[in-house]
């Protein structure tokens, strides 16, 4: 074949190929028009899946009759007019190439009234080819019209899926763009049936809308997030982990109001996350980051899902270390404890209405809100069994008892014999009042019953601290004699391997032989453990990887298998001041409200609640 220049249709259809995959792509450059023409209120309507109609109307500036061709042409824009204009992109869209794109591949038809004009003016083309204009009736605004996706490129065609997972994918298309926008109202029909109708709510206040869109439940278990740190700030609500997702379906992430799916921002949550949430669970978040737009590059991908950043690493360190430090929040904090709690206790709705009634846009409170801590602890924990092993060793960590005598001993202000019940229960965790089946603590605060799974609890606690104390030669305790322990050969193996973590965390191992080792040096944390079986059970865990979960650190999921092996198993009988000595490190230690895997470590009812249970008072 010889060289030839192709045809404008045909550069068009190509063009296609990469911004419009499915109709959900058509839907976003439509939409994404009608927001750069600044509309308020946008409606769209589809029929079969999108692949019969996409109609996208709104109220924005509109185009003027002599315009209305160009808009159809290749490379055709109003958004930017020189190369450095790209350096920093305010508008959503500005490669001028979508609407021809569309038209090359369906029958589309442009109806748009300028704003200020008294008519409107239609233009409309079909496989590329453009038909002549003519008057319409319209208000101000603009409407496109695309029929017949894919109608003369059947080897796209065949690439559609169904009716229902089209629409499927546009519905999640138009959630993206709604939460981006909560100043826009938005409404999307499939068949005629509303999908989704979102008002408009005042700018920066989107707290309505992500209850909308993302619902209700989400807002009420989760925290806000408020962060800014010189031009870079992020925004938003990021779920509690006992609210984790066996799918990453609820994660938004929206980079100066472009909804984005970018590797990096995913990574740098999911980091954040690591100490709270068992493998395999996702989080679920809605964050805004702003950021200059010359320290980004939205012109990496056609459909600009991805974006670039110019520091990288410092996004990410960014993204990384706010969320973190509002999930270290997540514990039994004193602000909230005492005067925290309405009446009615904590209620969803009631919940839902006082973490909403916060704006997040701008004015949001930093993390620990008035509320935010007691929000994951609604529901009593009922799957128990999840990442528990039947096998336990009857240990319990000096820690809680060393914190017991300590108090005893001095008088702390946090020791529970050196306070008297009344202060004590006007901590958010109250007083100890017994053992439930030996698994659970009863504890009683000024709102009414608290519940605590010691086992999480302590494995948290316990692994906190360990953290803490990771090769800093903290407290260990010289064993009289050294304690023997026979493992497997290849035990051994795996023991000598992780010998450095292990002599970081206060143990002094040595092999007696190829199946013997010898302790004779454990950390004070862990001295009242059962040495011989923690080693064994320790072993054994990393051996399957079966505590590995999430954790990217070889020496955070060492510590982590340590703390959940040390931590006090089902059965084990404590007493009254080791049981609020756990209590007391719960209310001081970063992210208390869950264990390691995600699982909550305490919920509570108040005496409203108990009393409903009851129906007194009725
Ligand atoms: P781009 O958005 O990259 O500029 P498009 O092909 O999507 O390219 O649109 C071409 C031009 O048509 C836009 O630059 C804009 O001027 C105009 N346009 C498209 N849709 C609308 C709309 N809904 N309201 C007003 N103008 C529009
Ligand atoms: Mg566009």
């Not at 404890?337 to 006082?354: F, H, I, K, N």
């Not at 404590?574 to 305490?602: F, K, Y």
Request: net charge negative; with cysteine.
């Amino acid at each position: 074949m010889p060289i030839r220049v192709l045809p404008d249709v045909l550069i068009d259809q190509i063009a296609a190929g990469e911004v419009v995959e499915r109709p959900a792509s058509v839907v976003k450059e439509l939409v994404e028009n009608s927001l750069d023409a600044r509309a308020h209120r946008i409606e769209i309507d589809i029929e079969r899946g999108g692949v019969g109609l996409i109609r996208v109307r709104d109220d924005g500036m509109g185009m003027a009759a002599e315009e209305l061709p160009l808009a159809l042409a290749r490379h055709a824009t109003s958004k930017i007019a020189a190369l450095e204009d790209l350096d920093a992109v305010a508008t959503l869209g500005f490669r001028g190439e979508a609407l021809p794109a569309i038209a090359s591949v369906s029958r589309l038809k442009l109806t748009s009234r300028v704003r200020g004009a008294d008519r409107a003016t239609e233009v409309s083309a079909e496989a590329g080819n453009r038909l002549d204009s003519r008057p319409a009736a319209h208000a101000e605004g603009t409407t496109v019209e695309v029929r017949d996706l894919f109608f003369n490129v059947p080897a796209r065609r065949k690439f559609v899926r169904s009716d229902a997972t089209e629409a499927g994918h546009v519905a999640r298309l138009v959630e993206r763009l709604a939460l981006s926008r909560p100043d826009v109202a938005f409404r999307l029909r499939s068949g005629g049936r509303v999908v989704l109708d979102a008002q408009a709510s005042p700018q920066e206040d989107w707290g309505l809308r992500v209850r909308t869109v993302v619902g209700e439940e989400f807002v009420s278990q989760a925290l806000p997030v408020s962060h800014a740190a010189g031009p870079v700030s992020i925004e938003g609500w990021i779920g509690l982990p006992t609210a984790s997702r066996a799918q990453a379906d609820e994660q938004f992430w929206f980079v100066n109001g472009r909804s984005v799916r970018d590797r990096l921002l995913t990574n740098a949550a999911r980091l954040a996350y690591r100490d709270v949430l068992y493998h395999g669970r996702y989080p679920a978040y809605v964050l805004h980051l702003t950021i200059d737009p010359r320290a980004v590059d939205v012109n990496a991908h056609p459909a600009k899902l991805e974006v670039r950043f110019r520091d990288a690493r410092q996004v990410h360190d960014f993204v990384f270390r706010a969320l973190e430090r509002v999930l270290a929040q997540t514990r039994p904090g004193l602000s909230t404890a005492p005067t925290g709690l309405e009446e009615s206790g904590p209620d969803p709705a009631a919940l839902a209405s006082s973490a909403t009634n916060a704006p997040v846009g701008g004015r949001m409170p930093a993390a620990a809100g008035r509320g935010t801590t007691w929000d994951g602890r609604r529901e009593l924990p009922l799957d128990r069994d999840a990442a528990e092993s039947s096998r336990s060793i009857w240990a319990l960590a000096a820690a809680v008892r060393d914190s017991a005598r300590e108090g005893e001993r001095a008088g702390a202000p946090d020791a529970p014999s050196g306070e008297g019940s009344e202060d004590a229960l006007r901590r958010p965790l109250g007083h100890a009042l017994g053992q439930l089946h030996g698994v659970y603590i009863l504890a009683e605060n000024e709102q009414g019953l608290v519940l605590v799974d010691m086992h999480a609890a302590h494995e948290r606690v316990l692994y906190e601290q360990l953290k803490a104390q990771y090769g800093t030669n903290a407290p260990s305790q010289q064993l009289l004699e050294p304690i023997v322990v026979e493992v497997k050969a290849h035990d051994l193996d795996a023991l000598l391997e992780h010998r450095a973590e292990w002599e970081r965390a206060g143990f002094e191992l040595g092999a007696l032989g190829p199946t013997r080792v010898a302790v004779r040096r454990v950390p004070a944390l862990v001295s009242g453990a059962n040495v011989a079986e923690l080693l064994r059970s320790v072993l054994e865990d990393l051996d399957q990887g079966v505590a590995a979960h999430h954790l990217e650190e070889p020496s955070d999921r060492f510590l982590a298998t340590l703390a959940c092996r040390t931590a006090v198993h089902a059965h084990r009988r404590l007493s009254l001041p080791e049981m609020d000595a756990l209590l007391r490190r719960m209310e001081v230690i970063d992210r208390a409200n869950q264990c390691n895997h995600g699982r909550p470590t305490w919920t509570f009812l108040t005496l409203s609640q108990l009393d409903r249970l009851f129906l007194r008072g009725r």
